[in-house]
């Protein structure tokens, strides 16, 4: 994507950065892909940046970039909450402790829009930030958590718990090296036993902060743990597992298969939800992957999406019986994914 050298003023309002910036010093000022608004714009000048990097076009938003004018506030918002964790992540990578500050401040805006769900699922579909996946998905996932914990009737307290588990599950990834983390293809086995300390990694991170509950913690250390105890970093089985755990594996795995990945491209909620019944009982909760297959298909009712053909049709229809069967109108004609057998959506819109 193109970039351009430019002097720190006010013409660069609602840029997006092209680079991570630091101080003198050393120290991450404001991450890749920051909308610089007048808070930004002030900071940049206090630590005296006088040139950055920024984009000629929007990376957001796969191959049609939406422009600044389009973006509303709270995908605005959203690409804040993706920065603040991408700073969280990189400052522990750097040696630093965990700015439970910055974690507390994501956390409490995700759970704010409890009662606005819909506006935040909206920017989880439509914001795709380039390069960020290890950041946006620590954001999805507390999104995904909380609806579940909703969806399950949790008490505010249990609410905010699991929204910080989703937000801090991967925090180990932090102490992974960048080029097994970011590695274009299958991980050898010894690449892949070294990802699988992450759970391990990231307790050990926030295993000292009473601030965090210990079911929270426990969710960090156990969300890769199977039912049928074939995960890891322990083995046990999902029994053994408490509830906010079993939330953030299916959050998780929901959040994997959606998204851009360095190794394939973004699949779509439907497709997800086949994957998740394949692996079924074997890995996750059947209670827990039922409360989603009941609930979250109804946020993609009249979503407009592009067909592998290039016709654009309009989602009409999901059966709570068959998450992954919708029915799409396509100009005058009703396309059923129930009798269909191939994946026909190229992309969503």
Not at 268 to 288: H, M, N, W, Y
Not at 324 to 346: C, G, H, M, Q, T
Request: glycine share 6%; charged share 25%; proline share 3%.
């Amino acid at each position: 994507m193109d970039k351009k050298y430019v002097e720190v003023n006010e013409e660069i309002l609602g840029s997006y950065l092209g680079e991570d910036v630091y101080s003198i010093g050393g120290n991450m000022i404001v991450p890749l892909n920051t909308i610089v608004n007048e808070h930004i714009l002030k900071k940049l000048l206090d630590f005296r940046i006088d040139r950055v990097f920024i984009y000629n076009s929007n990376p957001v938003h796969g191959d049609d970039y939406l422009s600044a004018e389009n973006i509303n506030e709270d995908q605005k918002k959203y690409i804040e909450d993706v920065n603040e964790a991408k700073m969280m992540i990189q400052d522990l990578a750097s040696g630093k402790e965990l700015d439970f500050n910055k974690a507390e401040n994501i956390s409490e805006h995700i759970y704010s829009k409890l009662n606005d769900c819909g506006a935040l699922m909206d920017c989880v579909n439509s914001v795709r930030i380039a390069d960020s996946y290890t950041y946006s998905h620590l954001v999805n996932v507390s999104v995904y958590s909380m609806l579940l914990g909703k969806w399950l009737s949790f008490t505010k307290k249990q609410l905010k718990d699991v929204v910080m588990a989703g937000l801090l599950h991967d925090v180990g990834k932090a102490q992974i090296p960048l080029e097994i983390l970011n590695k274009k293809g299958p991980l050898t086995d010894h690449e892949y036993e070294i990802m699988k300390r992450h759970p391990v990694y990231g307790y050990e991170i926030i295993k000292n902060y009473s601030e965090i509950s210990m079911d929270v913690k426990r969710a960090v250390i156990m969300h890769h743990e199977k039912e049928n105890g074939s995960g890891y970093p322990f083995g046990i089985k999902g029994n053994q597992k408490n509830l906010y755990s079993k939330i953030i594996t299916v959050a998780d795995i929901f959040d994997a298969i959606t998204s851009e990945r360095v190794y394939r491209g973004r699949q779509t909620p439907f497709t997800a939800f086949k994957e998740l019944e394949s692996v079924g009982f074997d890995t996750v909760d059947p209670k827990i992957m039922m409360v989603l297959f009941t609930n979250m298909p109804s946020y993609y009712v009249g979503s407009k999406v592009k067909m592998t053909n290039g016709e654009i049709g309009e989602i009409v229809y999901v059966p709570n019986q068959c998450a992954y069967a919708p029915v799409i109108r396509v100009n005058e004609n009703f396309v059923d994914f129930s009798v269909e057998k191939e994946e026909l959506i190229k992309e969503f819109l």
